[in-house]
């Protein structure tokens, strides 16, 4: 991840490459149906998806329109499978189990100058298929920026490899939710429960688009 910053316009140049390579390998290996398209705001804005497998920033670049920035675990660079995409593509890679200020600059820069962002607020792989208890970070950018937050649950993709062994193409289905508005705290901190409150609604309103088995944590959380 040392490597050479790319200029803007080589980078949106390799982000076609890599959307335009997907857009081609994608239908040949799964399904994707996605559901309530029509819901999606123009940028700026923060998408919060649930994660259930690596293939999760793949099939969401390949569902959602434009060239999205995305918000990566920078431990995914060592997959030797995945590493030559990120290369290509340049997500903004976020250290585990820290709050990484610098990726938190990176995706405000980014909201700010009128992109799409997309977070995974579990910060990680579901390890029980089911919504995990997210970080504070989603609900903070979604105060600091004051941009909409729209909801995209996705399932399925937890079952690709398995379809792949017996030759078949999985099916992934993508939901769009009605996006999320935060008012913007200005004039003072965000403070802890601010965060907390924030990321709550946020993940109770992706639980509602997931089927009940999937909804874990969540499946309970009022709207």
């Keep these: 991840m040392s490597e050479k910053v790319a200029s803007p316009a080589a980078l949106r140049l390799r982000r076609r490459v890599a959307k335009f390579a997907l857009r081609a390998l994608v239908p040949l290996s799964a399904r ?3 559901q309530e398209r029509q819901r999606l705001v ?5 998408v919060a998806a649930n994660h259930l497998a690596h293939f ?9 329109p434009g060239l999205p920035e995305f918000m990566a675990l ?10 030559p995409f990120l290369r290509l593509y340049a997500p903004i890679p976020v250290r585990r189990d820290r709050a990484d200020r610098s990726a938190i600059r990176r995706a405000l820069a ?5 992109a799409q962002v997309v977070i995974f607020p579990e910060a990680r792989i579901s390890p029980s298929g089911r919504l995990e208890p997210a970080r504070a970070g989603v609900g903070y950018l979604a105060l600091k ?6 909801p995209v649950a996705l399932w399925g993709t ?10 078949r193409r999985g099916d992934v289905h993508v939901r769009v939710g009605h996006p999320v508005t935060v008012a913007r705290a200005t004039g003072r901190p965000i403070t802890r429960a601010e965060r907390a409150a924030v990321t709550e609604h946020i993940m109770a309103r ?6 009940p088995a999937y909804r874990g944590a969540y499946g309970h959380s009022p709207i």
């Design 74 to 83: 920078a431990d995914l660079w060592r997959l030797p499978w995945l590493a």
């Design 110 to 114: 980014a909201l700010r100058a009128g």
């Design 42 to 46: 123009p940028p700026p804005a923060l």
């Design 56 to 64: 999760d920033p793949l099939i969401l670049l390949h569902a959602l």
């Design 145 to 150: 920026a004051g941009v909409p937050v729209q």
């Design 206 to 211: 992706l639980a509602r688009l997931l089927p």
């Design 32 to 34: 994707v149906h996605v």
């Design 158 to 167: 937890e079952r690709l490899l398995a379809a792949w062994r017996r030759g």
